[in-house]
């Protein structure tokens, strides 16, 4: 997992928008968020219900 500041590795990383790719960097860091598998983000993939309630329970836990 990257520290602060650090910039993440995914193997579709240049599927991210390019607008979008510092908040992802920041919630990864942040563990809101860690990809669908240890090397893939897939950024135009559907999010799942269960996803989704794990961001907003490691929101919470900020």
Do not use: H, N
């Not at 920041?26 to 999010?47: C, H, N, Q, W, Y």
């Amino acid at each position: 997992m990257p520290s602060a500041g650090e910039s993440v590795s995914f193997t579709d990383q240049t599927a991210i928008s390019t607008w979008a790719a510092k908040d992802v960097d920041a919630a990864v860091s942040l563990e809101l968020i860690k990809g669908r598998s240890a090397d893939k983000f897939e950024p135009k993939g559907m999010t799942t219900r269960a996803e989704a309630a794990q961001v907003i329970y490691s929101l919470l836990k900020l």
